[in-house]
Every structure is written in structure tokens, then in C-alpha cells.
């Protein structure tokens, strides 16, 4: 079994205990995603930025609820974008968030301000506090002040995108 199937069967018990089937072949195309878009599904699965490197050989089981969102995405039609989804028009990623509160691993993103950004980050596992991680304002697109760590992205816990995007 390839890892990627791994993944997803971390998140089957949990979307079978909501009565939904599971089936991540179907609508996905993880077989011909380009090896740069499979290496960043990777890094999203681990919780780990663009701009450092992979770790783990296999995916861990405390990515469950990430894989459960992307099981999620997979069965309500969004469309694959490369390690990405996109649906109602918005491109979403969805990121390993480890338990840790939504502003940490917000702040824990720091990619580079050139890097492409998704609509939508679900960060499954994580917590919102709602607490800022910071209190000093950023900027954002052509602003003079450095953009915000996680870009202009809004970023979402899995309960907060299962309302928004009807998962």
C-alpha cells in the first residue's frame, strides 16, 4: 500500500462513524499529480511548510484528522489542484494542524510572500483560541509592510471549513 493510500486510511474510521463510504479513488488523481505536487501533499500532511523538508517515511495516525478532511473534500466534488482542492470557485489546502492552536501554526508558516496561496487553509487538528498570534499588524499583497506568517489566506479549523464549505 502507498503512502498516500495510508493516509487516507487514517481517516476512514472517522468518516465511517458519520455513516458516509468510504472510496478516496474515486474523484481523486493522486496517480498522475505531478512529483513536486505529491511532495507538497506530503509536507501539508505532515504539517510542515514549503520551505522546509519532509520528515516522516510514513504518515503518522495522528494525521487522522487531516486525512479525514481530505476525504471530506474528495466526496463533497471539489476538484484536485494539485496537492490542493478547488471548490465553489476558492482553492483550499488543507494542512496538519497537530492539536495545536489555529494561531501557532498559522504563525509556524512563514513560506516565502512570492509563493502561491490557496483561498483557504483548513488546518485540521488544530484549535481556534482566538487569540492572534501576534499583535503587530502585517501587510498584505503590494503593502510595504512584510505579509502576515500563512500569507492572506484565511485560515480555518476543520469545524469552521465543515460549516463554511457545507463538508
Known amino acids: 500500500m502507498r503512502n498516500q493510500e495510508k493516509f487516507y486510511q487514517l481517516g476512514r474510521p472517522t468518516l ?5 463510504v468510504f472510496s478516496p479513488a474515486s474523484g481523486d488523481s493522486l ?17 510542515v511548510p514549503y ?7 510514513e504518515p503518522a495516525a495522528e494525521a487522522a484528522e487531516a486525512a479525514f478532511a481530505h476525504l471530506l473534500l474528495i466526496g463533497s466534488g471539489a476538484a484536485r489542484d494539485g496537492a490542493w482542492y478547488v471548490s465553489g470557485g476558492r ?6 494542524g497537530s492539536g495545536r492552536a489555529l494561531s501557532t501554526v498559522r ?14 487553509i483548513v488546518c ?6 482566538g487569540v ?16 502576515a506568517h500563512g500569507g492572506g489566506s484565511r485560515w480555518l479549523t476543520l469545524e ?5 464549505l457545507g463538508l
Do not use: W
Open 124 to 129: 485540521a487538528g488544530a484549535r481556534d483560541l
Open 132 to 147: 492572534p498570534g501576534s499583535l503587530i499588524s502585517s501587510g498584505r499583497g503590494a503593502s510595504v509592510v512584510r505579509p
Open 160 to 164: 469552521q471549513a465543515r460549516g463554511e
Open 31 to 47: 496517480d498522475t499529480m505531478e512529483c513536486d505536487h505529491l511532495y507538497d501533499f506530503r509536507r501539508d500532511a505532515e504539517g
Open 107 to 120: 504563525e509556524h508558516y512563514n513560506e516565502p510572500p512570492t509563493a502561491r496561496e490557496a483561498d483557504i
Open 91 to 96: 482553492s483550499i489546502r488543507i494542512v496538519h
Open 16 to 20: 465511517e462513524a458519520e455513516g458516509k
Open 51 to 57: 520551505n522546509r523538508a519532509a520528515r516522516k517515511k
